[in-house]
């Protein structure tokens, strides 16, 4: 072999040093923007699989789980395959191939998730671990690329890494603080797709690569196309769920979150309540404070603003403060559901923990809880710390009522009713028999639930008596019985509230 080239320095020669195969600002940009995909890529997807499996702590610790494994994979991984091949011939396919799967991720997700959901943790798996190591695999391999002399190895690597760390961070703001509250979540990944792929056509194109180039821009085509005719779209993709308006018979429309009936809203008829337990709700509100008399309502949740309406028709002069974390719901309500035409009504976009401490002592004659989904609770809103604060707020005559789901043997129910029993002096539980005890032999069904908790007696008649003219089919349990059903149920804490692993959100299959 021939002796490359040599630096005479005082009679001493020393081969050269190889310069740099990667320039600065290129490795710069592959390893900033490589780094900022991954990030964009774990976020949306728990936003994606969220209508599915919930906005939970299990859910959040699957996909952050997957995204570091990626990561750990992707940086040793590529390592390793740099000191094996021409890294330069390993930047454009990493890219290119992640930049397919993004793609792709929305239609893959959906599809599975309507048609085999038992494959969903599957596509999961495979739709997060394949952009996510590959991506990963690019910051490795521009080191190596950069690197000209041993020492600078110090310098190159604290850099490149510094700038991968930059670059998380702000695929993680960005995509956190401004691209999921304005773009919907398959744009997001199609258009990351889309860019992943252009920067590597040049990559391919120099390592003469082209029909790999021309195939991932087709899947790029593809993935777009699939989302347009993947199950489970979403009219409305909010900053926390997939958002459908459903019309039915004449004026009524129906609020879905999340594949979940939240609400049912007549435009002519705010008096109208399709669902059981906002009949119930309605009754509890009927039989605690004379008729027609207006109040001070606060309510935890917007929903379709079903109760607001209810309770400014039947109630004229009624003041309804509304506090609602998701500021796409509360956009649905103004251009679909004629949220503007209900008088005495202030909607706030706001948590409704923070919300209620904005809340002045003593000055609610009714807190309305209605901020709990079918796969995923706001657990800070179950705590007793949480309860005291809805007690602060109202007065002393004042009542809370709150809507619960919950299936199986109904663990996060019992444990959030006996939490409120310790807050408050009186509190019933409103449900079908089977599901408040009242039925032992044939067991919960599980579903929605309606509890109802004051300092002041509660009348269970009368409540009993509202539910049975309103054709419910629920029955009002009394205390004792309430307290049998929630046994030795635990009470939750802002220091212990293991609310997802307590909740159970579907029904069991027969």
């Known amino acids: 072999m021939l002796p490359g080239p040599v630096n005479t320095i005082a009679g001493v020669t020393e081969p050269h040093e190889p310069a740099p195969t990667l ?131 110090g310098t190159v690597v604290g850099q490149l890494s510094g700038i991968g760390t930059l670059g998380a961070i702000v695929g993680t703001v960005v995509t956190g603080f401004v691209l999921i509250s304005r773009v919907p979540v398959s744009t997001i990944l199609l258009g990351l797709g889309a860019a992943l792929v252009l920067a590597a056509l040049p990559l391919l194109w120099r390592a003469r690569s082209r029909s790999g180039a021309a195939a991932m821009a087709v899947a790029v085509g593809a993935g777009g196309l699939a989302a347009l005719a993947a199950p489970g779209g979403c009219q409305v993709e909010t900053t926390y769920h997939c958002a459908n308006v459903v019309a039915s018979s004449g004026d009524t429309r129906t609020l879905v979150l999340d594949n979940l009936q939240h609400s049912a809203v007549d435009l002519d008829d705010p008096t109208y309540l399709e669902f059981e337990y906002i009949r119930a709700m309605a009754s509890v509100a009927d039989t605690a404070f004379p008729e027609g008399e207006a109040i001070d309502a606060y309510h935890l949740g917007a929903g379709g603003l079903t109760m607001p309406r209810y309770l400014a028709a039947e109630r004229p002069g009624t003041r309804s403060v509304v506090s609602e974390i998701d500021g796409g719901v509360v956009r649905i309500n103004r251009q679909q559901l004629g949220m503007d035409d209900v008088p005495g009504l202030d909607v706030r976009v706001e948590d409704g923990r923070t919300g209620l401490r904005r809340i002045a002592d003593g000055s609610r004659d009714l807190v309305v809880g209605d901020a709990f989904g079918g796969v995923s609770v ?73 509890v109802v908790a004051s300092d002041r007696p509660l009348d269970r008649q009368a409540i009993q008596a509202g539910l049975d003219r309103r054709g419910t089919g629920w029955t009002a349990q009394d205390e004792a019985g309430t307290r049998a059903w929630t046994g030795d149920a635990q009470v939750l804490t802002d220091d212990y509230a293991p609310v997802d692993q307590l909740l159970q959100p579907y029904r069991s299959a027969s």
């Open 23 to 153: 320039s600065h600002r290129s490795a710069v940009a592959l390893v900033f923007g490589s780094s900022a995909a991954v990030l964009v890529v774990e976020i949306v997807a728990l936003r994606l699989l969220a209508p599915y499996l919930g906005l939970t702590l299990e859910t959040s610790t699957l996909v952050i789980g997957i995204a570091l494994a990626a990561i750990a994979l992707g940086s040793w991984g590529g390592g390793r395959v740099a000191d094996q091949t021409d890294p330069q011939r390993l930047l454009g396919p990493a890219l290119g191939i992640s930049g397919a799967v993004v793609a792709l991720t929305p239609a893959l997700l959906r599809t599975v998730a309507e048609t085999s959901p038992g494959l969903l943790m599957l596509a999961a798996l495979l739709t997060i671990m394949v952009p996510g190591t590959l991506l990963s695999a690019v910051t490795p391999i521009a080191t190596k690329l950069r690197l000209d002399s041993l020492e600078r190895t």
């Open 378 to 450: 706001p657990w800070h809103l179950t705590t007793r710390e949480a309860l005291s604060e809805v007690r602060r707020v109202l007065r002393p005559d004042g009542v809370y009522v709150a809507n619960l789901i919950d299936y199986g043997d109904q663990a996060f129910a019992r444990a959030e009713v006996t939490t409120m029993r310790t807050v408050f002096d009186n509190v019933l539980v409103l449900g079908q028999p089977r599901d408040v005890g009242l039925d032992p032999a044939a067991g919960p069904d599980g579903g929605n639930l309606v």
